[in-house]
Structure formats: structure tokens, C-alpha cells
């Protein structure tokens, strides 16, 4: 017989044995390490079964929260730090650069609109400042990538994406383009606006809780990929925005903050973004939601 534990520092020897014959290799090893960062948690901070009873209603709750229209799960791993620090370790930057990979964050929908170059992702009723982006693609060399996939998808003037808003048709402020000969892209929108993330569910009780605010800075959101090449997640904020130094989703860095030109006369505000794509499988996310 195993033996049996007799303290609570002699369980965990005997629950990664019982996790020894898992065949995955990284399963086993995951699992076994995130085995013991738990146990020395509770050990380190004496967890009570109150509070243990705490963070399992939490864990139900963003699950049921989850649904059509907000992945609070996601939403959790935002506000912990956890969806920027993945998407930096994994993206370290090509051709030289800091990363300029961000969060996907819950609002990113598969199969918006193919739209021609120059069109404008917003529609006629969507009021705002105008603005133009335009940009290249480039693999990590510095050649242009012809035929590349910009996706982009933004908040609306007034901070919502189109799916949390009645008002807004469906595929509002998202839009496909692909990049000409020379890797070139642009597109027509309005001036995003920031927004709070949801604040509706467990995630805004643990937000007010640690008395943090809840408003993202206003940002465009870029998906951009080519067969061969590593898709990249990125976004953009505009320099002087709101916000840039207490992003509660951790969003910002130095890389991800543009040059956005302010409109002067008849010619809209403009932003110019370059692309690097790095060498590597094509794997697109899950959509968060539908
Ligand atoms: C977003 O940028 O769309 C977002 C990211 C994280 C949490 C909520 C929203
Ligand atoms: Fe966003």
C-alpha cells in the first residue's frame, strides 16, 4: 500500500506520485509544477477554507459569466498580467525589435468583412474623428510580405465593440485587408475611444476589491498573418491617450505606443504602423466568443 499522508507538507510528495504515470511529458511536468506552486501557496499563506471557498466561487463564476458576448475567463487572466506575459514570452520580436506581440483580449471575432484597400471599416452611422492607417508588412529580413492578412477590430467612438452594442450593425469597426505587392495596407475608421473592460461579472468585484479602475486606453487591435510566417496579435495606442500607465489588463509596452498625426484641414488624423512578421507555423487563436 502507498503510504498515507500525516501533515499537510506530506501530501503533495504523495499527489505527484499518483501524477507519475500521466504518458504527456509537458502534461506531467505542468501539471506536477503547478501542483506544488499551489500547495506551498496555501502552506505559505495558511489558506483557509474560507478563503479556499472564495476562490473556488470565483473560479465558477467566470466560467458562468463566459458566454455569447465576454470570455471572463479570459477577462481573469487579463487583469492578473497573465495573457501579456504569454503572448511576450512567445513573441519575442523579429528583425531586431522589441516584441510588438499584446493580449488578444476577449473581442476578437473570426471571419470579419474582406475589405478592399483604402475602405473604411465603420460604417456611414458610426459619428467620430476620422483616421487613416496605413502601413507594410515585412518579414523579419525587411522584405515586403505581398498577400499578407491585417485584421483589424477596435472599440467604437463611444467604447464599445459592436457585439456589446445594439446600435452598431454586425462587423462594425472590423474589417480584413490584404497587403499589396509591396506588403502595403491601409483602411479608413474613426478614432477609437477607451473603454472599461467588464465590470459586470467576478472580475469587476475583484477589481474594485484591489481599488483598481477598470478603463483600458484607447487602442486599435491587429491580427496580421501570412502562410509560413508566425501570426502576429498586436495593438496600438495613441501616444497621448488616457490611461497608457494603468492599463488593468497590462496591454501597453514601450513598442505597442504610436505616432498617431493629428488631422489638420480636410485631411483626417493619421497613423502609420509597420508589421514584422517571424518565420513559423500559422496557428490563429480560438475566438473568444462567437
Ligand atoms: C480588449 O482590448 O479588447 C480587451 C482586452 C482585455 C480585456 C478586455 C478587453
Ligand atoms: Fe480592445
Same mark, same amino acid.
Given at each position: 500500500?502507498? #503510504? $498515507?499522508?500525516?501533515? #499537510?507538507?506530506? !501530501?503533495?510528495? !504523495?499527489?505527484?506520485?499518483?501524477f507519475?504515470?500521466?504518458?504527456?511529458?509537458?502534461?506531467?511536468?505542468?501539471?506536477? @509544477?503547478?501542483?506544488?506552486h499551489? /500547495? @506551498?501557496?496555501?502552506?505559505? /499563506?495558511?489558506?483557509?477554507?474560507?478563503e479556499?471557498?472564495?476562490?473556488?466561487?470565483? !473560479?465558477?463564476?467566470i466560467?458562468q459569466?463566459?458566454?455569447?458576448?465576454?470570455?471572463?475567463? *479570459?477577462l481573469?487572466?487579463d !487583469?492578473?498580467?497573465?495573457?501579456?506575459?504569454?503572448?511576450l +514570452?512567445?513573441?519575442?520580436?523579429a528583425?531586431?525589435?522589441?516584441? &510588438?506581440a499584446? $493580449?488578444?483580449?476577449?473581442?476578437?471575432?473570426?471571419?470579419? #468583412?474582406v475589405?478592399?484597400?483604402?475602405? @473604411? *471599416?465603420?460604417?456611414?452611422?458610426t459619428?467620430g474623428?476620422?483616421? =487613416?492607417?496605413?502601413?507594410?508588412?515585412?518579414?523579419a =529580413?525587411?522584405?515586403?510580405?505581398?498577400?499578407?492578412?491585417v485584421?483589424v477590430?477596435?472599440?467604437?467612438p463611444v467604447? +464599445?465593440?459592436?457585439?456589446?452594442?445594439?446600435?452598431?450593425?454586425?462587423m462594425?469597426?472590423?474589417?480584413?485587408?490584404?497587403? &499589396?505587392?509591396?506588403?502595403?495596407?491601409?483602411?479608413?475608421?474613426?478614432? %477609437?475611444?477607451?473603454?472599461?473592460v467588464?465590470?459586470?461579472?467576478?472580475?469587476?468585484?475583484? $477589481?474594485?476589491?484591489?481599488?483598481? /479602475?477598470?478603463?483600458?486606453p484607447?487602442? $486599435? /487591435?491587429?491580427?496580421?498573418s501570412? #502562410?509560413?510566417?508566425?501570426? +502576429? *496579435?498586436?495593438?496600438?495606442?495613441?501616444?497621448?491617450? =488616457?490611461? +497608457? &500607465?494603468? &492599463?488593468?489588463?497590462?496591454?501597453?509596452?514601450?513598442?505597442?505606443?504610436?505616432r498617431?498625426?493629428?488631422?489638420s484641414g480636410p485631411?483626417?488624423?493619421?497613423?502609420?504602423?509597420?508589421?514584422?512578421?517571424?518565420?513559423g507555423e500559422?496557428?490563429?487563436?480560438? %475566438?473568444?466568443?462567437?
Amino acid at each position: 500500500m502507498r #503510504p $498515507l499522508p500525516t501533515t #499537510p507538507e506530506s !501530501l503533495l510528495p !504523495l499527489v505527484l506520485a499518483a501524477f507519475a504515470e500521466t504518458p504527456d511529458a509537458r502534461l506531467r511536468q505542468l501539471l506536477a @509544477s503547478l501542483t506544488t506552486h499551489l /500547495h @506551498s501557496f496555501v502552506l505559505e /499563506h495558511q489558506v483557509s477554507q474560507a478563503e479556499f471557498e472564495r476562490a473556488v466561487a470565483f !473560479l465558477v463564476g467566470i466560467g458562468q459569466a463566459t458566454g455569447e458576448t465576454k470570455n471572463e475567463v *479570459i477577462l481573469a487572466a487579463d !487583469l492578473l498580467g497573465v495573457s501579456t506575459l504569454v503572448a511576450l +514570452l512567445n513573441n519575442p520580436g523579429a528583425g531586431g525589435h522589441d516584441s &510588438d506581440a499584446a $493580449l488578444l483580449g476577449p473581442f476578437w471575432r473570426a471571419n470579419a #468583412p474582406v475589405l478592399e484597400a483604402g475602405a @473604411s *471599416i465603420a460604417c456611414d452611422s458610426t459619428a467620430g474623428v476620422a483616421l =487613416e492607417v496605413s502601413g507594410t508588412v515585412a518579414d523579419a =529580413e525587411g522584405r515586403p510580405l505581398a498577400g499578407a492578412e491585417v485584421d483589424v477590430w477596435q472599440a467604437s467612438p463611444v467604447g +464599445l465593440y459592436e457585439n456589446q452594442d445594439p446600435q452598431q450593425p454586425e462587423m462594425n469597426l472590423r474589417g480584413r485587408f490584404r497587403t &499589396d505587392a509591396e506588403g502595403r495596407y491601409r483602411f479608413r475608421t474613426v478614432f %477609437p475611444a477607451g473603454y472599461p473592460v467588464p465590470t459586470d461579472g467576478p472580475c469587476g468585484e475583484l $477589481l474594485r476589491a484591489q481599488r483598481r /479602475h477598470p478603463f483600458r486606453p484607447a487602442h $486599435l /487591435h491587429f491580427m496580421v498573418s501570412k #502562410p509560413g510566417c508566425k501570426v +502576429l *496579435i498586436t495593438q496600438v495606442f495613441p501616444e497621448n491617450t =488616457e490611461y +497608457l &500607465d494603468s &492599463d488593468p489588463v497590462f496591454g501597453v509596452t514601450t513598442a505597442l505606443v504610436g505616432r498617431f498625426e493629428a488631422a489638420s484641414g480636410p485631411l483626417p488624423a493619421r497613423l502609420r504602423r509597420d508589421f514584422t512578421l517571424a518565420p513559423g507555423e500559422t496557428v490563429f487563436p480560438h %475566438p473568444p466568443i462567437p
